[in-house]
C-alpha cells in the first residue's frame, strides 16, 4: 500500500484478543489514528475498534477481559482492493476517519490506507514516459538520464512518483530507453511509494507508442505523463473533469500568454477597418498529463512510433471526444538549463 499505509501487524487485532490488550495496541500507537481493526484467523475483517467503542462497552458493563468482538463496530467501511474506491475515500475524509482497512475479494485485510497522509484513491494507472535522451540538457544529460537529475534532495522522476502515489495510484510503469540501466537500477532499490514496473522500449516509439508494450492495466482509464515536468496539478479533480464529461482522453493544459508589442490591424482586403494596441492573446498549452480510456489504447501496436499529438489527432478524427482540464498551480517542464535552474529553485522537497 506505499508511504501512505500503516503496515497491518500495528493496526489488526485477532478476534480472541481481549479488551486489555486492544487498549494496550492502541497506546502504543499513540501520535496517530486511535483506531485498530478486528480480523479472525484468516485474516478477515470482522470490524473497527477505537478507544470510543471500547468506553461505552465498558460503561455498558463490559470488562477489561471481554472478547472485542462484542464492543467493536461490524460495520465499519472498508477499501476493497482493485475497485473504484473514490466515492468511498472521499466519504471517509468528510467523516475525518483517519485510517481505513483494504480488503481482497474474500474481505481478508492485505492493507491499511493512511487518510491522513493520501490525497485521494485514484482508479488509474499510471505511465510516466522515461525514455527521451535530453538534449537540451547536455552536458548534464550525456552519462544520467534526464528524469534521475536531481531537483532539491530526489530525482525530478521521484517527485512524480511521490505525487501519483499521494493520490492512491499503487501501480505505476516507466517506459524507458537511453540509459535505461540507470533508471531500473533506481527503481529495483526499495523505498519507492508505489509499485513501480519499468518497461523497455528498444527504439523510441514517441510519447504514446510505447503505453502498448505496458504488460498488464488494471483499471479503465491510464494516466499517462511526461517523466520530466513538475506540477502541483490536482489529479483527483482532473479525473472527475474526466468521468464527467465522458470523455475518451482528458489533457491537462496550462495557460499560455502571448503578448504583440505593435498595434495590430483588422482589415478587410486592402481596407484598415481598425486597430487593437499591443493586444495580448491567451492559450492554453498541451501540459503533457493525459488521462485515457484504456479500450482507446487498443490502436497501439507497441512498433510504431506514435506521439501524443498523433494519437489525439486519430481520436478527433474519429469523433472521439478530447476533454482539456486547465492546470491551476505549478507546472514546469523541464527541457532547458533556465527550466532546470528554476525547478530547482521552486521545487520544495
Not at 463496530?73 to 468528510?94: E, I, K, P, T, V
Not at 493525459?290 to 507497441?302: H, M, T
Request: hydrophobic share 40%.
Amino acid at each position: 500500500m506505499g508511504a501512505s499505509a500503516f503496515p497491518c501487524a500495528e493496526c489488526v487485532v485477532s478476534s480472541q484478543s481481549d479488551i486489555a490488550s486492544a487498549l494496550d495496541r492502541i497506546n502504543r500507537l499513540s501520535g496517530i489514528p486511535l483506531n485498530l481493526f478486528v480480523a479472525d484467523a484468516g485474516g478477515r475483517l470482522l470490524g473497527s475498534l477505537t478507544d470510543g467503542d471500547i468506553r461505552r462497552g465498558l460503561l455498558a458493563g463490559k470488562s477489561l477481559l471481554s472478547p472485542v468482538t462484542e464492543v467493536m463496530n461490524s460495520q465499519c467501511r472498508r477499501l476493497h482492493l482493485g475497485a473504484d474506491n473514490l466515492h468511498s475515500f472521499q466519504q471517509a475524509r468528510a467523516l475525518g476517519l483517519g485510517l481505513l482497512p483494504v480488503v481482497d475479494a474474500d474481505d481478508r485485510i492485505v492493507g491499511i490506507a493512511n487518510l491522513r497522509e493520501l490525497r485521494s484513491m485514484l482508479p488509474l494507472d499510471a505511465i510516466l514516459m522515461a525514455g527521451g535522451r535530453g538534449e537540451r540538457l547536455r552536458p548534464l544529460t550525456l552519462t544520467t538520464p534526464k528524469p534521475l537529475l536531481p531537483v532539491g534532495d530526489r530525482p525530478i522522476i521521484d517527485h512524480n512518483v511521490c505525487a501519483l502515489a499521494s493520490y492512491g495510484i499503487a501501480d505505476i510503469y516507466v517506459t524507458v530507453n537511453y540509459l535505461r540501466e540507470q533508471i531500473e537500477a533506481h527503481f529495483a532499490a526499495p523505498g519507492h511509494p508505489a509499485r513501480v514496473t519499468c518497461v523497455r522500449e528498444d527504439s523510441p516509439l514517441g510519447t504514446f507508442g510505447s503505453v502498448a508494450l505496458v504488460p498488464e492495466l488494471h483499471h479503465d482509464n491510464v494516466l499517462v505523463m511526461n517523466s520530466d515536468l513538475l506540477t502541483t496539478l490536482n489529479f483527483e479533480r482532473m479525473y472527475e473533469h474526466h468521468v464527467a464529461t465522458g470523455a475518451t482522453l482528458t489533457m491537462a493544459a496550462v495557460p499560455y500568454s502571448v503578448s504583440v508589442p505593435y498595434a495590430i490591424l483588422s482589415t478587410d482586403e486592402e481596407r484598415v477597418l481598425g486597430f487593437e494596441e499591443k493586444p495580448t492573446y491567451n492559450y492554453f498549452a498541451n501540459a503533457g498529463v493525459y488521462i485515457v480510456r484504456r479500450e482507446a489504447l487498443g490502436s497501439l501496436d507497441g512498433r510504431t512510433r506514435v506521439d501524443a499529438t498523433d494519437f489525439i489527432d486519430s481520436l478527433l478524427a474519429s469523433g472521439r471526444k478530447v476533454s482539456y482540464f486547465p492546470i491551476d498551480g505549478t507546472w514546469i517542464d523541464i527541457g532547458s538549463p533556465d527550466d532546470y535552474r528554476m525547478a530547482c529553485r521552486k521545487m520544495t522537497c
